[in-house]
């Protein structure tokens, strides 16, 4: 959800915005069936991907707000921001929109169509699934620190496997 709230921001205040990195994007309505996206949740939470403490808080507040949870997962499967991106793309924003190759919640497909309504610079990476970046430090190291250089032009170099 940070792209999206980039895209929210840069589209209300461009003026304030130097340029946007964008991993893995949401900002079209998802595909993915909701209960899969829970599912992988609950597999990278097994596999100790997030800290157990913020697990069983989540977990607990799902549980006592199931209807809330649900409603949020609901809003976020859904979310459409076309009108934020046309704002962002008429701003002119540099943008460098990466995705993941395996990413099965923001598809390639989903990155490179917001990639095309912004106009921006767009990358593919390998790594694992959806949140790639928590599992591949060098990779993301590599995506941040071409956007903080203003090299959004040569995303191209970005590595695109892990190492």
Known sequence: MGAALAIC???????LVE?????SPAGVPLSKPILDSFLVLARQAV??????????????????????????????HDLDLAAE??????????????????????????????AGRLAADYR???????MWMLTDWPSFRAVLSAGD?????????????RG
Request: contains cysteine.
């Open 9 to 15: 921001a840069a589209s209300e205040s461009p003026d």
């Open 85 to 114: 991106l046309d704002k962002v793309a008429a701003a002119s924003i540099p943008t460098l929109v990466v995705a993941c190759r395996s990413d099965t919640l923001t598809t390639p497909a989903i990155c490179s169509e917001v």
């Open 19 to 23: 340029r946007l990195i964008l991993v």
């Open 47 to 76: 596999h100790g991907l997030f800290p157990l403490d913020e697990v069983v808080f989540v977990v607990g507040e799902t549980v006592r707000h199931p209807l809330a949870a649900y409603r949020l997962a609901r809003e976020a």
């Open 124 to 130: 593919e990476v390998d790594g694992d699934g959806h």
């Open 149 to 161: 250089r203003g090299e959004l032009s040569r995303a191209h170099e970005l590595p695109s496997s």
